[in-house]
């Protein structure tokens, strides 16, 4: 059978595909801070958009000035929390701080447990006043990088801010005209989708700061029953080091265990053993367990998608990277409930 040649249509076709394909990627890559910028926004919009519809509902006021309510509402609080978190953070830190130089001298010396500890690991060098004095060089030789890395921060910070604003505002709007562009079949079940994606978002976020919440104050209580001092200090560190997925908790411990052992041997070992337990229960019985009724999710799916947030986007990703796999979840779970309508009452609905 003689061979049909291949239309000259069809060949433009795929290589216009390739080139479109490969245009996409290389804009992907160039844009992915702002693509970044974009998605947190709109993660941001989602979680504060039950709040903007309340008072929207309540006040009977325009979408922009609930949008403004509750923006006020929310910079108090989290201003609120900064103080109450920074305050004694500063006041007791600073204590700490101007006990740091007669702590390394004692231990130069030999006195005291951390002077123990230097002697019986032959530490002496490391805690010569030349090493001591290269440390602090370090720190005021790369002050000029931090105070850059806090202002790319604090833009980052403003354009997402910024954008999130734009979509509590202007959102709910423009996906209304998006769904009514599709086919009247359809738009009841994309707005049903869309509405268990935005739960599956606040889900986590409230699961996470529950978590968080137990950590710091788990913490306290221990390091003040066997008298750390900065017990509120280190509380508040294992907080908010616990909202990092991952490596937070193990972070928070790190802090606790090294001031409890520069306080005491017997303290730090105590507080070794009750971080490594708290860390167990933690991921196999509280974290699974939140995460389970607030996102619905395996918690085989919770470490995966985890693991490939932080492979692909670092911290940033182990953030996003569990309400996400809630919204692909739920997107598939729609897609199989539709085409197997014998199943659907097999599957939980989330």
């Not at 009977?60 to 920074?86: P, Q």
């Amino acid at each position: 059978m003689e061979r049909q040649p291949i239309p000259w249509r069809t060949i433009w076709a795929a290589i216009s595909a390739v080139v479109a394909t490969l245009t996409a990627l290389y804009l992907i890559t160039l844009l992915s801070r702002v693509l970044l910028w974009i998605a947190l926004a709109a993660l941001l919009a989602t979680i504060l958009g039950p709040a903007v519809n309340f008072v929207e509902l309540r006040l009977r006021c325009r979408r922009s000035l609930a949008v403004a309510v509750v923006m006020l509402l929310s910079t108090l609080v989290a201003s609120g929390l900064i103080y109450a978190v920074v305050s004694p953070l500063v006041n007791q830190g600073t204590s700490y701080a101007e006990q740091v130089p007669q702590f390394l001298e004692d231990a130069r010396e030999g006195k005291g447990a951390a002077g123990n500890f230097v002697k019986r690991y032959n530490l002496e060098e490391r805690f010569s006043q030349e090493n001591i004095n290269k440390f602090t060089n370090s720190l005021t030789s790369g002050s000029w990088s931090i105070a850059k890395q806090i202002g790319n921060a604090l833009a980052a910070l403003i354009s997402i801010l910024t954008l999130g604003i734009v979509m509590l505002a202007k959102g709910p709007a423009a996906l209304s005209a998006g769904v009514d562009l599709l086919p009247e079949a359809k738009r009841e079940r994309v707005r049903t989708v869309g509405a268990r994606c935005a739960k599956a978002v606040s889900g986590y976020m409230a699961g996470n700061l529950l978590i968080s919440l137990v950590a710091g104050t788990t913490n306290f209580i221990f390091l003040t029953i066997i008298d750390v001092p900065f017990a509120l200090v280190l509380a508040v560190w294992v907080s908010i080091s616990d909202l990092i997925p991952l490596i937070g908790a193990t972070l928070g411990a790190i802090a606790v265990v090294l001031v409890a052992f520069l306080d005491a041997p017997n303290k730090g070992l105590a507080a070794l053993i009750f971080c490594l337990l708290y860390q167990l229960f933690e991921n196999n019985v509280l974290g699974v367990a939140v995460m389970s009724r607030t996102v619905h999710l395996d918690p085989l799916i919770v470490l995966t998608s985890m693991l490939i947030g932080v492979e692909l986007l670092g911290i940033i990703g182990a953030f996003v990277a569990i309400p996400v796999a809630g919204m692909v979840q739920v997107i598939v779970r729609d897609i199989w409930q539709h085409r197997n309508p014998h199943a659907k009452a097999a599957i939980t609905s989330s």
